[in-house]
């Protein structure tokens, strides 16, 4: 089992409205200054879980199950952190019953400023989470001031006049997740470049498709070695294209070669994809990624455009078996699918799978019957499905596997998406 983003806020909400109603005068635990100082405490404490979690720190992605939840779970911990703080803003968090002071005396303005500061810093920071119509290149400077914008947050609640003492259970609590917080976005903006696991690649080779490139890339220091379905920050030396950007590793043959499918999906794989060449440089961060086969007597796999990738490493993985039992459903729109359908429809023949091209969404027959058929011949109990590809089409998986009686414990997927 593994942490979901309703655990991570739970728990950090209980934790700090446990510890700041401990500390304040019982007659007061049920006004709205009590729970609005609460309030305050647990935006402090979502904010530098966040934090904790932008850093891609190994152990935090195995209580999460891979990175890619790391990042649903760290969005909305920016989302809960701002509403609480929205609260905490509207009520003041003053009692005439409490004995006040602040941790760190500053003068009255700056005291004030910094708590303006401090809540649209939050605001900034969820808003840029959230929009994803900034292009890729702008959108990952500005988030690189989260970690600065933090450390506005924390001298906030340490010159705010408050009952709450350093030494008490909730400045314990505040002191140890802004800490953390502190050094994980100090990790993550200063010394992530040069202390994360990563390799140093040269492009081999470029293979075109319809809007997309196969980039083969040969090691020339450090090579990193996948496992079939993980994914790596690809970081290539060419101005324009320096953003780290994450890609899953199509396959990772013995000689340390790495293979990536890249569609132009956004504004820098668009440029990537026109600008790719052999003998470029690149860097490749990971890996990362907790989506591995999970074999049964039934595996449905279904890909949907460049989810693909993952699905494409679990056939070429030569130390897997038992691929009778796979099917392989492939949504892609006809034109645009790289690689071709008759090219993986090969690949999966080669391994004993079987593959069903789907060119007209879930609703289209060819999906529905054979999804059907398969479920109701292996039963229920015994199918896994993996799923990797848009949100809409794994809304629609899930409608259908309800249909079917399928229960959600069957579906594994991974998210393509990390903004």
């Given at each position: 089992?593994?942490?979901?983003?309703?655990?991570?806020?739970?728990?950090?909400?209980?934790?700090?409205?446990?510890?700041?109603?401990?500390?304040?005068?019982?007659?007061?635990?049920?006004?709205?200054?009590?729970?609005?100082?609460?309030?305050?405490?647990?935006?402090?404490?979502?904010?530098?879980?966040?934090?904790?979690?932008?850093?891609?720190?190994?152990?935090?992605?195995?209580?999460?199950?891979?990175?890619?939840?790391?990042?649903?779970?760290?969005?909305?911990?920016?989302?809960?952190?701002?509403?609480?703080?929205s609260f905490h803003f509207a009520f003041a968090a003053q009692h005439e019953a409490w004995v006040v002071q602040?941790?760190?005396?500053?003068?009255?303005?700056?005291?004030?400023?910094?708590?303006?500061?401090?809540?649209?810093?939050?605001?900034?920071?969820?808003?840029?989470?959230?929009?994803?119509?900034?292009?890729?290149?702008?959108?990952?400077?500005?988030?690189?001031?989260?970690?600065?914008?933090?450390?506005?947050?924390?001298?906030?609640?340490?010159?705010?006049?408050?009952?709450?003492?350093?030494?008490?259970?909730?400045?314990?609590?505040?002191?140890?997740?802004?800490?953390?917080?502190?050094?994980?976005?100090?990790?993550?903006?200063?010394?992530?470049?040069?202390?994360?696991?990563?390799?140093?690649?040269?492009?081999?080779?470029?293979?075109?498709?319809?809007?997309?490139?196969?980039?083969?890339?040969?090691?020339?220091?450090?090579?990193?070695?996948?496992?079939?379905?993980?994914?790596?920050?690809?970081?290539?030396?060419?101005?324009?294209?320096?953003?780290?950007?994450?890609?899953?590793?199509?396959?990772?043959?013995?000689?340390?070669?790495?293979?990536?499918?890249?569609?132009?999906?956004?504004?820098?794989?668009?440029?990537?994809?026109?600008?790719?060449?052999?003998?470029?440089?690149?860097?490749?961060?990971?890996?990362?990624?907790?989506?591995?086969?999970?074999?049964?007597?039934?595996?449905?796999w279904i890909a949907g455009g460049v989810g693909i990738s993952p699905f494409v490493s679990w056939l070429v993985?030569?130390?897997?078996?038992?691929?009778?039992?796979?099917?392989?459903?492939?949504?892609?729109?006809?034109?645009?699918?790289?690689?071709?359908?008759?090219?993986?429809?090969?690949?999966?023949?080669?391994?004993?799978?079987?593959?069903?091209?789907?060119?007209?969404?879930?609703?289209?027959?060819?999906?529905?019957?054979?999804?059907?058929?398969?479920?109701?011949?292996?039963?229920?109990?015994?199918?896994?499905?993996?799923?990797?590809?848009?949100?809409?089409?794994?809304?629609?998986?899930?409608?259908?596997?309800?249909?079917?009686?399928?229960?959600?414990?069957?579906?594994?997927?991974?998210?393509?998406?990390?903004?």
């Amino acid at each position: 089992m593994h942490l979901e983003s309703w655990h991570t806020i739970g728990l950090l909400a209980a934790v700090s409205f446990a510890a700041t109603m401990h500390d304040i005068a019982p007659g007061t635990r049920l006004t709205l200054a009590a729970w609005s100082l609460a309030a305050g405490v647990t935006a402090v404490s979502l904010m530098g879980a966040a934090a904790v979690l932008g850093g891609r720190l190994r152990v935090v992605e195995s209580l999460f199950g891979g990175l890619d939840r790391v990042y649903e779970v760290h969005k909305w911990l920016g989302v809960w952190a701002l509403a609480f703080a929205s609260f905490h803003f509207a009520f003041a968090a003053q009692h005439e019953a409490w004995v006040v002071q602040p941790i760190l005396e500053l003068p009255r303005f700056t005291t004030r400023l910094v708590r303006q500061l401090a809540f649209l810093a939050l605001m900034l920071i969820v808003l840029l989470a959230l929009n994803r119509k900034i292009p890729y290149r702008v959108w990952r400077w500005w988030h690189k001031l989260s970690g600065p914008l933090f450390a506005i947050v924390v001298l906030h609640w340490a010159s705010f006049r408050s009952p709450i003492a350093l030494s008490d259970a909730t400045g314990i609590w505040l002191a140890a997740m802004s800490a953390l917080g502190l050094a994980a976005a100090a990790y993550k903006l200063l010394l992530y470049p040069f202390l994360a696991r990563h390799g140093h690649y040269r492009v081999a080779a470029v293979s075109p498709g319809p809007e997309a490139i196969h980039l083969e890339l040969e090691p020339v220091a450090r090579p990193l070695t996948f496992k079939a379905g993980q994914f790596g920050f690809l970081r290539m030396k060419e101005d324009g294209l320096r953003e780290p950007h994450p890609f899953t590793v199509a396959a990772n043959t013995h000689d340390g070669r790495a293979h990536l499918l890249i569609r132009a999906l956004g504004d820098y794989t668009r440029e990537l994809v026109a600008r790719a060449a052999p003998g470029m440089h690149a860097e490749l961060y990971g890996p990362y990624g907790r989506f591995e086969r999970k074999p049964a007597s039934c595996e449905i796999w279904i890909a949907g455009g460049v989810g693909i990738s993952p699905f494409v490493s679990w056939l070429v993985d030569d130390k897997a078996r038992d691929f009778e039992h796979v099917t392989l459903f492939y949504f892609f729109t006809p034109g645009r699918e790289f690689p071709s359908a008759e090219t993986l429809a090969k690949l999966a023949k080669s391994r004993g799978a079987s593959f069903v091209p789907v060119r007209e969404g879930p609703s289209s027959p060819e999906f529905r019957e054979q999804l059907d058929r398969i479920v109701r011949s292996a039963g229920t109990a015994e199918v896994e499905i993996s799923f990797c590809g848009p949100l809409g089409l794994l809304a629609a998986v899930r409608e259908r596997m309800r249909a079917l009686g399928v229960p959600e414990a069957r579906l594994r997927y991974e998210r393509i998406e990390f903004r």
